[in-house]
């Protein structure tokens, strides 16, 4: 088995309120100087066997049909 | 013979009962569909309910566009011969479908917005506005959390150009909508996605309102009036 990690991340010109209540969050618990926070998502897609530039294809795919709407998130995959 | 209109329910839709009393409300014969059958039974039109299908995993909309019983939807809508009306979630699967541009994210303001809404009714060239007029201001319904529309600019200049914007908030848009858009339009006029809910105010008991029966009673005269696209009749 091996495993292929897909990041999704709203685009930087997408508003991120979640972001901005953790921001506000961290302000009330004492940790000052957070600037911004962007909350993406990480999937971890387990794949039989090695991954070959086919199976990378495959999990790109996935990750532009399913995991990610290229509307208004980015992604990156990367073996692992 | 009054015209035949599937209410598809996923797991998870909330809204589908109170759809398919507002197309009894308005004159059509409701049909209920399966989100796991692929199988439009025949049906003159679909309306896609407001709720949370499959708990909004992943993304509003994104697990319910691969449904069954989008299969079929998809391909009839894209070509405009079926009339589609996604309200709310309903909404969210369409732009997951992209059956309509854009996508829809979270209230911009945190909180999960419920309260009558003030809507401006922009174009009345579709499937589902025919029964309004231009301008028309009409109070229904806004209940959502992630009802802000967005798009990219050229898109939001093509929707505005081709007066593909259907209903826009009246004042500022509560969710943070780009250019306070409600609802929005494909090319050809068939298929509507709305944020708010037209099908909760149908009558004067449960209400704020009848001003959302309109948009079920303009799809039963666009039926009426034959198999023309909106498009071709409309603009």
Known sequence: ?80 | MAARVGVVTFPGSLDDRDAARALRIAGAIPVALWHGDADLRGVDAVVLPGGFSYGDYLRCGAIARFAPIMSELVPAARSGRLPVLGICNGFQILCESHLLPGALTRNSSRHFICRDQLLRVESTATAWTGDYHTGQEILIPLKSGEGSYVADPATLDELERDGRVVARYAGAAPNGAQRDIAGITNEHGNVVGLMPHPEHAVEALTGPSVDGLGFFTSLLAHLAAGPVPAAATAR
């Open chain 1, 1 to 80: 088995m091996a495993r292929v990690v897909v990041d999704v991340m709203l685009k930087p010109e997408i508003l991120d309120p979640q972001g901005q209540a953790i921001v506000g969050a961290c302000d009330r618990l004492g940790f000052k100087g957070v600037a911004q926070v962007r909350q993406g998502k990480r999937f971890e897609v387990e794949v039989d066997g090695e991954v070959d530039d086919a199976k990378l294809a495959d999990v790109r795919r996935l990750a532009e049909t399913l995991l990610a709407n290229p509307v208004i998130e980015d992604f990156e995959l990367r073996v692992e």
